[in-house]
């Protein structure tokens, strides 16, 4: 599938990375509103970063593809093409997670 969303700025679109959520003998799954946000998730689109003041361009450090680990409640949620993704700044995300 190709995301047909471009972030502007240094604006990162991420799809978070849901784990699941059973207890013993998998009898037990949490409802939607009782589970905590994720906070990892795969890089989708990268802005082209932001602008200092002398109107240079900051390269951004985060790339499509990597895994990264973000604030609890940062970004803004949307929905697109039935897929839950959140709209974030770099400075929100924590830390690029590498295998």
Known sequence: MS???RPLGDRVV????????TF?????????TAK???QQGTV???GAGR?????????MDVEVGQTVLFAKYAGTEVKIDNKK???LKESDILA????
């Open 51 to 59: 602008k200092d003041d002398d109107g240079k361009r900051i390269l």
């Open 14 to 21: 991420v799809e978070p990375i849901e784990r699941e959520e």
């Open 3 to 5: 995301l047909q969303l």
């Open 96 to 99: 690029i997670v590498e295998s």
């Open 85 to 87: 993704l959140l709209i």
């Open 24 to 32: 013993a003998g998998g009898q037990l799954v949490l409802p939607e």
């Open 44 to 46: 989708l689109a990268v």
């Open 36 to 38: 905590e946000k994720p």
